[in-house]
T-cell receptor, first 117, second 111 residues
Framework: GAVVSQHPSRVICKSGTSVKIECRSL??????MFWYRQFPKKSLMLMAT?????????EQGVEKDKFLINHASLTLSTLTVTSAHPEDSSFYIC?????????????FGSGTRLTVV | RKEVEQDPGPFNVPEGATVAFNCTYS??????FFWYRQDCRKEPKLLMS???SGNEDGRFTAQLNRASQYISLLIRDSKLSDSATYLC????????????FGTGTRLKVLA
């Protein structure tokens, strides 16, 4: 089945620094990827839709200048958390779908647990 | 009203029990529906798609009621390994393609 690779799985950074998270679709092309964040015991909240070759679409309340998304190729989307603060600590997950297997739903990366100290 | 709503639980059931979860959605234009399973501190994994005619996969049965705008998941003969959070997902394509998660229902199967 479709596999999505997300890296890093865990990162601890100092307040004020930036962190880049990568999401790769393996063996399939993904024109669209989604970025979610999840706080403990809460559901996944959609942050933005990443579109290959164009600007990402952000959900209401998500700062586009803080969460920079780049989807430069059909297999890679990156999320950069800029000037991270402790309240940005969360579980970030990306997802993508193999267009050839659309009925199978989206596949998720393994997630990135970000801790800002 | 939230776009997708689920009873957060937890549902504590004994092994072998049958348990059912419901999920309601507000957008009547929603087109696709899925159930995902998420284990603690892990990413969600697709459990099954939900079709209008209902579908079954082993001990799991999913159903869609478009008129009442809800989907359901039935688990028969619960196993300890079924303990997890079950997330319903509703896909809407009005304007932009969105994949919306419910808050999840936590299931704990007890020995």
């Amino acid at each position: 089945g479709a596999v999505v690779s997300q890296h890093p799985s865990r990162v601890i950074c100092k307040s004020g620094t930036s962190v880049k998270i990568e999401c790769r679709s393996l063996d399939f092309q993904a024109t669209t990827m989604f970025w979610y964040r999840q706080f403990p015991k809460k559901s996944l909240m959609l942050m933005a839709t990443s579109n290959e070759g164009s600007k990402a679409t952000y959900e209401q309340g998500v700062e586009k200048d803080k969460f920079l998304i780049n989807h430069a190729s059909l297999t890679l989307s990156t999320l950069t958390v800029t000037s991270a603060h402790p309240e940005d600590s969360s579980f970030y997950i990306c997802s993508a779908r193999d267009r050839e297997q659309a009925s199978y739903g989206y596949t998720f990366g393994s997630g990135t647990r970000l801790t800002v100290v | 009203r939230k776009e997708v709503e689920q009873d957060p639980g937890p549902f504590n059931v004994p092994e072998g029990a049958t348990v059912a979860f419901n999920c309601t959605y507000s957008n009547s234009a929603s087109q696709s529906f899925f159930w995902y399973r998420q284990d603690c501190r892990k990413e969600p994994k697709l459990l099954m798609s939900v079709y209008s005619s209902g579908n079954e996969d082993g001990r799991f049965t999913a159903q869609l009621n478009r008129a009442s705008q809800y989907i359901s998941l039935l688990i028969r003969d619960s196993k300890l390994s079924d303990s997890a959070t079950y997330l319903c997902v509703v896909v809407t394509t009005s304007g932009t393609y969105k994949y919306i998660f419910g808050t999840g229902t936590r299931l704990k199967v007890l020995a």
